[in-house]
């Protein structure tokens, strides 16, 4: 589990691609490779990978297909800056909300709004994760945890702090450039649950009823 507190931004140094399999290289700051060890898991741009290699600041990740098909680590390219993560340990600070890096689709980038010492992105959606996006809901965008702002039809708002630009990918993103998108676990499992009772045509499932009560 991560917590979508960016650690900091790493950059792709190689990439070796074979039939299906990407071998990703990246170079690491210094102060992130604490506790590092092969077959961690560590969060890039949100995407939950296994360590499989590393020296010093410089660690190595498989790309298998299914991770290339659904998020925007198949456009990388050498010299590219990605958000990451370690995963979280027991008794650490939960600043964020609880990510499980399991990527849900790409989302695009359709405006990019600039006032003073603040950056405003608007992001579409496919419509099947309209229904998930609500106002100061939780989403991970590139992994990093975000507060929803407004929401029209598949379209909502995140409002960036200067820090956050600083530290993530977010803060040189561009219009059409896409991001990885993981809506908050528990808003899903509601907004799942009600849709399929109102379906069902009630609001409490017989599994939940009384044998008397049938």
Known sequence: MFTGIVAGLAEVSHITKKDHLWHVE???????????KVGAS?????TCLTLVS????????????????????????????????????FGDEIG?????GHIHDRAEIVAIDTPANNRIL?????????SYLLPKGFVALDGASLTVGEVQNNRFKVYLIPETCKMTT????KVGDTLNLEIDSQTQAIVDTVHRLLRTGTLIPDSFLAKEDL
């Not at 990246?26 to 506790?35: A, C, I, R, V």
């Not at 560590?42 to 949100?46: E, Y």
């Not at 977010?170 to 993103?173: E, I, R, S, V």
Request: aromatic share 8%; charged share 20%; with cysteine.
């Open 170 to 173: 977010l803060g040189y993103k």
């Open 26 to 36: 990246l170079t690491l700051p210094e102060h992130t490779t604490e506790y590092f």
């Open 42 to 46: 560590i969060a890039v741009n949100g």
């Open 96 to 100: 964020g909300h609880l990510i499980s």
């Open 122 to 130: 608007t992001v579409e959606v496919k419509p099947q994760w309209a």
């Open 54 to 89: 590393w020296q010093g600041n410089r660690v190595c990740f498989d790309l298998m297909m299914e991770t290339l098909r659904l998020t925007n680590l198949a456009s990388l390219k050498i010299g590219d800056r990605v958000n990451i993560e370690r995963a979280t340990r």
